[in-house]
Each structure stands twice: as C-alpha cells, then as structure tokens.
C-alpha cells in the first residue's frame, strides 16, 4: 500500500501569513494527488486536484505543487475561516490512502 | 445543489452487522464513482472502499475487505455499505462521497456522516 506522509502535524500561524504543507507518498503516484480541507462537524471540502488544479470555487489563496513523490499545498496569506485541518489523499492506486492531517491552529 | 445523506448509523455489538444507506440528489447518480470514507474519533481520515458509476469497479481498504461490502441502486440514486463482523475500532463517522466526473476517487462532494459506535 502507499503510504502518505504529511509535515507537520500541526502548526500554528497568525492571520496574513504564508502557510506551507507537505506531503509525501512512499512511492511516486505522478500528480494523482489531492487536497482536503475538514473542519469540525462539516462535510470535507475538495480544494486541489491532481496537484496543482484549484477546485471551482476554492480561494485563489491555496495553491498546490509537486509530482512523484513530494506536494505542498500553499496558502499565500491565511484568513481566518482557513484555520481547519488539511489532508492529503493518493488517488493513483487503491487503497486510495490520506494522509494523517495537518492541523492549522491559530497562533 | 448537490447532496448526500447518509444515515443507517448507530450502536452495535461487537460481531455485528449494520447497513448504512447514502442518498443522492442535485446530480446524475449513475455517472459518478461514488466512495466510502470515514473517521473515527480523534483520529485522521480514512477511505474505506469505492465503486464506479456502473458498479463494475470496487475497491476496499485492507481493514475493511471481506468484512464490507460497497453496493449501489442507479435506478434509486443511492450507495450502500453493509457492514458485518463489526469491530471496536470500527467505530467512526462515515461520509458518504461523489467523484469528480471521470475519477473514481476525486472526492468532490461529501455528506454530513453518520456515525457507527461498536461497542457491547
């Protein structure tokens, strides 16, 4: 199975600031990578796909990068409604596994 | 819009079976992958099994398979995942989730979750 490895786990930040999360795969899974965002009690939210494509209707702010093995999703400059905790999930073989969370707290 | 609406959850013994039930509206069911993903309690996500718009495709997690079995009716815009031989650490919430068109686990919408407590 493909493992996905996020860093860091958590972090704190303050509005206005420039935020950046890894993830890794234990093998190279191309582009198929996709990015979440999961606040408590709501629905997950898609925000990029295969990498790099912003979702219709996800903030400009987020972007995302990477190909093989290494990703980073970007916020530029964080607002508040962005503090949640963001996944990371392969959709290149089953098990289609997420990574285990980033949690974006406020500083 | 769409929406999707689970429901089936609830409190079972171990060694248990439970049905859960996804309805679907806002969208053309039968031309979606649709996925299984959940999480359990203070814990991370975890996607649980998917299947294709046609249901030729499925897959499983390896914690899961053989023990669940992902289904769904076209013809009555729903996705199922019966359960059986139910574990503690089977315990969380599980959303209910549609595919981006052409993927099978772009996880584009999701429900709100039903939640499976395991417990005797």
């Known amino acids: 199975d493909i493992q996905m490895t996020q860093s860091p786990s958590s972090l704190s930040a303050s509005v206005g600031d420039r935020v950046t999360i890894t993830c890794r795969a234990s093998q190279s899974i191309s582009t198929f990578l996709n990015w979440y965002q999961h606040k408590p009690g709501t629905a997950p939210k898609l925000l990029i796909y295969?990498?790099?494509s912003l979702e219709s209707g996800v903030p400009s702010r987020f972007s995302g990068s990477g190909s093989g093995t290494d990703f980073t999703l970007t916020i530029s400059s964080l607002q508040a409604e962005d503090f949640a905790t963001y996944y990371c999930q392969q959709s290149y073989k089953s098990p289609y596994t997420f990574g285990q969370g980033t949690k974006l707290a406020i500083k | 819009e769409v929406q999707l609406v689970e429901s089936g959850g609830g409190l079972v013994q171990p060694g248990g079976s439970l049905r859960l039930s996804c309805a679907a509206s806002?969208?053309?069911?039968?031309?979606?992958?649709m996925n299984w993903v959940r999480q359990a309690p203070g814990k991370g996500l975890e996607w649980v099994s998917s299947i294709t718009s046609s249901g030729g495709t499925i897959h499983y997690a390896d914690s899961v398979k053989g023990r669940f079995t992902i289904s769904r009716d076209n013809a009555k815009n729903s996705l199922f995942l019966q359960m059986n031989s139910l574990r503690d650490d089977d315990t969380a919430l599980y959303y209910c989730?549609?595919?981006?068109?052409?993927?099978?686990?772009?996880?584009?919408?999701w429900g709100r979750g039903t939640l499976v407590i395991v417990s005797s």
């Open positions: 989730a549609k595919a981006q068109t052409y993927t099978e686990t772009t996880l584009q919408h």
């Open positions: 806002g969208f053309t069911f039968s031309f979606h992958s």
């Open positions: 295969v990498a790099s």
